[in-house]
Every structure is written in structure tokens, then in C-alpha cells.
């Protein structure tokens, strides 16, 4: 018998939705002394900071920064608009819809859930005939995930807005970019977003811990009209650094600034657009290999139009639990770390080993991605896991097309 190697040494490889990989440049300007929180450099650099930081958001208005992660900025968002007793609408396409709305509901909101499953984007004709049935307005705001990241679904927010224009409802239009924000196409200001919440781990490529909350002056108003809103959770310092730094929020996430600098820089001398444009060839080589995967046995990608997916994570299902072996076989034996199936669980996998992602957002690029497809396919060999052939083929050549690559041909 031969003795199998174990092939996990070397630099090991985080193919997870978040927290993404982190450029080095990025770890680097983190790894520093404590720096002077009163005056100087850190000072100086918030106003640009915040400036270069709507324009990955594409807007004009405001931004205030919290220490947090995803669930503390969701939290933040809600708490300056949505009174206890209030209604919000939650038009839900998988776990991270439903938990905004979880986080409304314990602030003590009334939340109307229009749950679309796992597979499905939002049906704008629901969601029309429920505003439209709101005659007195009741609704205060619609919780819209733009990709929800235990699905991979992506959300039409520009559509939504439009729905809510149609039914000439009031409702502030609220939007969860904390896996899209920097990957996926998002245009807060021309999509008419009133309140925006994201992230730094995700597409912004900086460790967990700093979270944003971007808002316009039709959110504002409503903000004004709140009975209480907690200090803590107040945007309207954050949103002056000034106050932000000196007075009014606490000692500031000193080395998350440092390193957020960086990666908004890299960001901009990419160009945004370009950022998108390579998360979406990136993503196409990925759908390409998942097509072929595919035609043979279990696997499958949990969207099936591409019309309806991110560019910056792929939710996949194999028969249970073939996902959950195969996550565990590329961790143990090749140094790959692949995402698990999120609030995935079914009847009959009750443990969701059915499910599992792959993240592409933030600092990748096509030997990462080739090396992440290419991982797979030797796990789904090791496991004999039936499989279509010509996957990685299928990348190459997408990638090596430069993404001249058109849509007809992901089916
Ligand atoms: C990651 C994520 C969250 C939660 O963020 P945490 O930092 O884990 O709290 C919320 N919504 C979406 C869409 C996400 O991708």
C-alpha cells in the first residue's frame, strides 16, 4: 500500500467569504507602535479617509465608522432610524436577510419578513403588493440584502428602490453591502439607498473590526425625528471626525485606520471599476468550473442564473455530507480553508454538510482563484466524489480570455 503525503505545508489559503485574504501592504501599515491619538498624522487622515471611503460606496453623503463587525454595524444602522414599535419590511434571500431582521426585531421593531427562500432573489412583485397594501404607511423602512452571503444570491437594490418609488411609498431604503461593497457593482447615491451598512473584512480586504454606516439627508430627517438613540450608536459624531476621534465615540481603531488607508488606496489606483471588472471575471472562471463540476453526480451551484449571483462568493451544494468532507479534506491536506454551508440546514441534512462557498471577494486574483479551483478538484479526486471533467480547463480558459467570456456561454 502506498503511504499518502501530507501536502498542507507552505502558505495556506483562506477561500471563505470573510474575513478575506489581507494584502500584505495592508498587514504591514497595521504593524506598527501605538500611535498619537490627540494630534498628527492619525488626525489628519480621517477626512480624506472618510472621502475616499463613499467613493467606493458611490456616494455623496455621510459616513460614520464604528469599531464592530457586520453585526454591530446592522445594530448602528437601525438604532438612528427604527424606533421600538416601528415596522420594517425584510425581504429575505437566505441567513443574513433574516438576521438583520432578527437585530430589528430585538430592538423592538416590528418585522415583516417576505422570506424567498435560498435559491431565489427577491421577487419584486411581492414586495410591490405588500407596500402597495400598506395604505398608512406603517412601513418606516425596507431591509434589503444586497448579496446575501449564505446564498450568494444577489439582490436587484437599484429594482428595489424602483418598487418603492412605484408604490409611492415612503419607507427608507436601507441596504446590507457588507459582502458586496467593493466587489459587486453598488451605486448608493444613483440607486437612491437611504442608509447603507458595511464592513471592513470583506471586500475592503482589513481585518474584522471596523464597520460603516453610510446614510443620506432624507435619512437624516428621519434620524431627527427619533425619540432616544443611544450614544453609542449615534452616527451623527461619527460622521464629523473631529468629534469622532477627540470627544464624543472613544478611543478610535487606531491600527484598522492605518490599514484601511492602505487598502482604499489600492482600491482607487485600481480604479473601482476595475476592481468590479475582475471580481466579475474572476467569478465567471469559477462558474465555469462549477458548470463542469456539475454534469456529473451532486454537484451543484445554488443559483442557477447567473443574472442572480455575486461576483463575490458562490454557494454550492453536494450530497450531504460530501460538502462537509470535502471542506474538511482540502483543510487537512492541501492547506485550503473552504467556507461551510450558512443556516443551510434542511430536514433532511439537518447539519447543512450539504453546503458549502467559496469567497472571491477582495485581494484575489487569477493564480488565487486557479489555485482554489484546482484544490477542489484534487479533493473531489481524493474523495472520489463523482464529478464532470474539464473544470479547470473551463477557468483557464476564462481567465486566460481575460474575461472575453460571454454569459451565454456560463450554461
Ligand atoms: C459577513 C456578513 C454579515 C455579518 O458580518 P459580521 O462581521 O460577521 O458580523 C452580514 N451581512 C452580510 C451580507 C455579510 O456578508
New binding site residues.
Given amino acids: 500500500m502506498t503511504q499518502s503525503v501530507n501536502l498542507s505545508q507552505g502558505r495556506s489559503y483562506l477561500g471563505i467569504?470573510?474575513p478575506s485574504v489581507m494584502p500584505d501592504a495592508v498587514l504591514r501599515a497595521m504593524h506598527r507602535a501605538a500611535p498619537n491619538i490627540y494630534e498628527g498624522e492619525l488626525i489628519d487622515m480621517m477626512v480624506p479617509l472618510m472621502a475616499d471611503l463613499r467613493r467606493v460606496a458611490r456616494t455623496t453623503g455621510h459616513v460614520a465608522m464604528y469599531i464592530g463587525?457586520?453585526?454591530a454595524v446592522w445594530e448602528a444602522a437601525l438604532a438612528n432610524v427604527i424606533a421600538p414599535g416601528d415596522r420594517v419590511l425584510v425581504p429575505a434571500t437566505g441567513r443574513?436577510g433574516i438576521g438583520w431582521g432578527e437585530i430589528a426585531a430585538s430592538l423592538g421593531a416590528e418585522v415583516q419578513l417576505i422570506d424567498f427562500g435560498i435559491s431565489a432573489p427577491m421577487d419584486m412583485g411581492r414586495v410591490a403588493e405588500v407596500l402597495e397594501a400598506d395604505k398608512d404607511h406603517q412601513i418606516k423602512a425596507v431591509l434589503g440584502?444586497h448579496?446575501?452571503?449564505s446564498t450568494s444570491i444577489r439582490n436587484d437594490i437599484a429594482g428595489l428602490r424602483q418598487t418603492l418609488d412605484a408604490a409611492g411609498h415612503p419607507a427608507l431604503l436601507m441596504a446590507?453591502c457588507?459582502?458586496s461593497l467593493g466587489c459587486d457593482v453598488f451605486e448608493m447615491d444613483a440607486w437612491g439607498v437611504d442608509v447603507m451598512a458595511a464592513?471592513s473584512?470583506?471586500g475592503l480586504m482589513v481585518p474584522?473590526g471596523v464597520g460603516f454606516v453610510f446614510f443620506n439627508d432624507r435619512a437624516e430627517e428621519a434620524r431627527a425625528r427619533m425619540p432616544r438613540v443611544s450614544t453609542y450608536w449615534d452616527w451623527t459624531p461619527r460622521a464629523h471626525p473631529e468629534a469622532f476621534y477627540q470627544y464624543h465615540c472613544g478611543t478610535a481603531p487606531t491600527h484598522h485606520i492605518y490599514g484601511l488607508r492602505v487598502a482604499l488606496d489600492m482600491i482607487h489606483a485600481e480604479g473601482l471599476e476595475n476592481v468590479w471588472q475582475r471580481h466579475a471575471v474572476l467569478a465567471r472562471a469559477v462558474w465555469a468550473a462549477c458548470d463542469a463540476w456539475s454534469r456529473a453526480g451532486s454537484f451543484a451551484m445554488n443559483v442557477a442564473d447567473p443574472a442572480h449571483r455575486s461576483t463575490a462568493v458562490t454557494a454550492l451544494r453536494l450530497q450531504a455530507p460530501l460538502a462537509t468532507e470535502l471542506r474538511q479534506w482540502t483543510q487537512r491536506n492541501i492547506g485550503l480553508t473552504l467556507g461551510i454551508g450558512l443556516g443551510m440546514s434542511t430536514p433532511e441534512d439537518p447539519k447543512g454538510d450539504g453546503f458549502f462557498r467559496f469567497g472571491h471577494m477582495g485581494h484575489v486574483n487569477g493564480q488565487m482563484i486557479m489555485g482554489l479551483l484546482g484544490g477542489v478538484e484534487a479533493g473531489l479526486c481524493a474523495l472520489n466524489i463523482e464529478h464532470g471533467s474539464g473544470a479547470l480547463e473551463a477557468a483557464a480558459k476564462v481567465i486566460g480570455q481575460g474575461g472575453a467570456y460571454s454569459e451565454m456561454q456560463i450554461t
Fill in positions: 467569504p470573510g463587525n457586520g453585526h443574513f440584502v448579496v446575501d452571503t446590507d457588507i459582502a464592513a473584512q470583506k474584522p
